[in-house]
């Protein structure tokens, strides 16, 4: 009797060393996933802003980053109205592939992802995108999406964003401007009101993603530039 509770308790030990060893590949894993590509994003920022001849203000980039949470964008198939594919003639600017029509930096939550072109279930893999608009820093409201994942990549601190909060675009004219945050909600995804809003002529942008509890459920952030 003796001998087979021993062997039970064996048993047991390496079956909790192999899952605690699991665990642990799993959180390394997603770590170093989370920092090489924030790490990567963040160069490619710094790079289209060089290309584009950005006028950048880092008096604000300061503020210490949050941490995580969760839900992502699924099967998402809508397009964006951007044109802003070309700066003047020049080459497409591209990020992992995919056509870059601007950057966005958020200080609040340590965002600063490329901006890419066309929302779908690729792009949205690797940074944020446009999914319905005029284009960046262009009069009327533009929306961009972007994930909220369990490891705090893209957007998932949007729920930390608060009004008077500010936000950082640029395009790929080089024009940088400024944002402040003057509402927050939280919708379903069925609700595109937020979308075709009317501005009133005014250049604003409204941030998309899932909730962290639900991802039937979105947290939009609504931003007018200065």
Known sequence: ??????KFLTILLVIVIIAIIGLLG????????????????????DEFQHAVGAVTDDTDN??????????PYDNLQSATDNNDTENNGSTVKTYKGFVQVGSIEIPKTGVKYP?????????????????YGPGLNKPGNTTIVGH????????????????GDKIYITDVSGQRLTYIVYNTYETTAEDSDYMVRDTGGAIEISLSTCTDYDSSRRIIIWARAE
């Not at 994942?149 to 608060?162: E, H, L, T, V």
């Open 1 to 6: 009797m003796n001998m087979r509770y021993s």
């Open 26 to 45: 799993f959180w390394i894993y997603n770590t170093y996933q989370k920092y090489s590509i924030m790490d990567d994003a963040s160069e490619a920022v």
């Open 62 to 71: 300061n503020e210490t980053p949050a941490e995580n949470v969760t839900n």
């Open 115 to 131: 901006v890419l072109a066309e929302a779908n279930k690729k792009t949205i893999e690797v940074a944020v995108a446009v999914l």
């Open 148 to 163: 909220n994942y369990r490891n705090g990549m893209f957007f998932s601190d949007n729920k930390k964003i608060a009004v």
